[in-house]
Every structure is written in structure tokens, then in C-alpha cells.
């Protein structure tokens, strides 16, 4: 008789204009069904030297590696463009890259964090190089609508750094071939993500869909977002 398929751990990566408490609420999810879930920190991004790459490598291997089982990991927003990177800098079986609510690197090269129309935007917003925290950029009405929860959008903020904006300027390296892990997209909203999951389809990627979740689902809808990364995770098994 086979032996039985080990179940992966989910390894959740912030972006790095939130902190870890945005995927918090998932891991809790995660771990309620049985599942091992970790979410690394990578608040040192603003402090570290550039390129911060070395950081966040170090950051992941010290939540990741110490897990026994395959590992899928999952990028929000802009923690999406680093699976690649951060992948590679693993020992530990990658089973999967999950992209939630984020670009999506191209297969070669290098990439910015940043898309160039969302760039020149960054530039209107920085005060010398500098960026304020994430959720100034659209205004407090719009971080209520994302977050309804007083509690939870307080602590979310209170997270958030204040990035230079080099940091959206700078190249991320692509490891060679790092596309042929099997890899999957959950989309939560629309704009300007829709494309993105287009872009998935179009690589033949299974695609989950949180209708009407909004950008900061993993916070606010762990429920739903548990049950689109385990079907994903099923889906991508399958694939290997």
C-alpha cells in the first residue's frame, strides 16, 4: 500500500506595507483544521540595507525551516512578486506559490515591486524618498470599508511602515525557471487585480475567487480565505 500524501504547512507572507497581524487571523484558521500554518516578519524591510532580499530570505528560513513537511507559500499584494525569490532561498520542499490579491512576476528576469504606472504615483505620495504608512495613501474612509473592526484596523495600522520609496525602485531577482513549480492565484478584489488572475488563467494556474472579499479578506474573511488555500492545495497536489 502507498504511503499517505503528507498534508503541506502554509507559509504566509505579508506585504511588506502591512505586518504579520494581516494574515494572523488565517493562520489561526488554519491551525483550528488540523493545519500548520507560520507567518514570518518582514517589518525590517525599511532598515535593512539594500537590497533587503538578504533579509527577507533570512526572515522566512527562520519560520519555514523548521517545519518537516512540504510548504506552500502564499504572498499578499506586493508579498506575492517575492515567492519566487524567497522560494529559492529554501532547503525545505516548496510544494506550491499561492499569489493573493497581487501581481505576478514574469516568468524571466527581474521585476519591480511595483508596477511603473502604480510607481509614478508613489512618487506624487513620498516626502523625501519616503512614503507615508499604506493606509494614508487613499484616505481613513477607505481603510474603514476594508476593515469594519475598529479593534483589528487599529492594529493593523499601527503595523504598518514607512517605506522608502527605493524600495519599490529596486529589481527583484527571478530565479531561473522558478515557474515550473506548481503554482495558483486567489482573487479578492477586482481592481486592479482582475488582470492579475487573468494573467494566471492564461498561465494555466487554477484561479479560487473570494466574490466581493476586498483586498484585506485575509483579515477580515479567514474562513473563506482558509477554504480557497485548501482547495488550492488540492488542486495543486494534484498538478504534481
Not at 499601527?158 to 529596486?170: G, K, N, T
Not at 482582475?194 to 494573467?199: F, G, L, N, R
Not at 474573511?221 to 492545495?233: F, I, Q, T
Amino acid at each position: 500500500m502507498p504511503a499517505p500524501e503528507r498534508e503541506s504547512a502554509f507559509v504566509l507572507i505579508h506585504s511588506p506595507l502591512l505586518g504579520p497581524t494581516s494574515w494572523a487571523p488565517v493562520a489561526r484558521e488554519l491551525e483550528r483544521r488540523g493545519r500548520t500554518a507560520a507567518v514570518p516578519a518582514l517589518l525590517g524591510v525599511a532598515a535593512a540595507e539594500a537590497p533587503p532580499w538578504g533579509a527577507m530570505q533570512d526572515a522566512v528560513r527562520a519560520a519555514a525551516e523548521p517545519i518537516a513537511t512540504p510548504l506552500v507559500l502564499v504572498g499578499h499584494s506586493g508579498g506575492g512578486v517575492l515567492l519566487p525569490m524567497l522560494a529559492d532561498a529554501l532547503s525545505a520542499d516548496v510544494a506550491g506559490l499561492v499569489f493573493v490579491d497581487a501581481f505576478l512576476p514574469p516568468p524571466i528576469g527581474s521585476t519591480r515591486l511595483a508596477p511603473a504606472q502604480l510607481i509614478e504615483e508613489l512618487r506624487a505620495l513620498a516626502a523625501d524618498g519616503v512614503l507615508p504608512p499604506w493606509s494614508s495613501w487613499l484616505g481613513e474612509q477607505w481603510m474603514r470599508e476594508l476593515v469594519p473592526d475598529d479593534r483589528l484596523r487599529t492594529v493593523l495600522e499601527e503595523e504598518m511602515p514607512a517605506l522608502p520609496l527605493s524600495y519599490f525602485e529596486a529589481d527583484v531577482p527571478l530565479p531561473s525557471g522558478w515557474h515550473a513549480r506548481p503554482c495558483g492565484y486567489v482573487l479578492l478584489s477586482d481592481q486592479p487585480h482582475a488582470q492579475s488572475a487573468a494573467d494566471a488563467r492564461g498561465r494555466g494556474w487554477p484561479v479560487a475567487e473570494v466574490p466581493g472579499a476586498g483586498h484585506l479578506a485575509i483579515a477580515t474573511d479567514p474562513v473563506a480565505l482558509a477554504d480557497a488555500l485548501l482547495g488550492l492545495e488540492r488542486t495543486l497536489a494534484r498538478s504534481i
